[in-house]
């Protein structure tokens, strides 16, 4: 005599299938909310704040400090010493923040080249297990020309 009930692996084993493209979409929109966070998340400073920090003059300051990390950075990946590297550039990132705003409105071309280098940092040095020195200090270099760049075109 069959049974016409189903089992309750098989109840299990549907329950999973229904919720996987769920769970899928939710880890999908979860990496590109961190990756591009909407902007009321993504500004933490005040109104008059952001206006400071895209002013040229506040630029010129901050624009060698953040080359001074990247050397840093730079340094450190070159010795295999991962961890100061690691801290270098979130003091950079740290920086960065407080005059992304503005770079980006008065350069959309030196921003994407810096979003780029940021980018063969963090999967280079940031979120992996196993850091890359070749990918690592392509992407440094890449931040730090954007930089020079920005710095000769637009804060002339």
Do not use: C
């Not at 098989?10 to 880890?27: K, S």
């Not at 961190?34 to 040229?56: G, I, N």
């Not at 920086?95 to 770079?103: A, D, M, Y």
């Amino acid at each position: 005599m069959a049974n016409s009930k189903p089992s309750r692996e098989n109840y299990t084993q549907r329950i999973v299938l229904l919720l996987l493209p769920v769970v899928g979409v939710i880890v999908l929109r979860g990496i590109t909310f961190l990756r591009h966070p909407p902007q009321s998340v993504k500004s933490t400073t005040s109104a008059s704040e952001q206006v400071m920090v895209a002013d040229p003059d506040q630029q010129k300051e901050v624009i060698p400090q953040l080359k001074k990390h990247l050397t840093g950075a730079t340094e450190a990946v070159n010795s295999g010493n991962y961890t100061e590297a690691k801290n270098e550039y979130n003091e950079f990132y740290q920086k960065w923040t407080k005059i992304e705003e503005g770079f980006r409105e008065r350069s959309r071309e030196n921003y994407d080249e810096m979003e780029k280098g940021m980018d063969q940092v963090k999967s280079g040095l940031i979120n992996t297990a196993t850091p890359s020195k070749d990918g690592t200090l392509s992407g440094l270099q890449q931040l730090i020309r954007a930089l020079d760049d920005y710095s000769s075109k637009v804060l002339k």
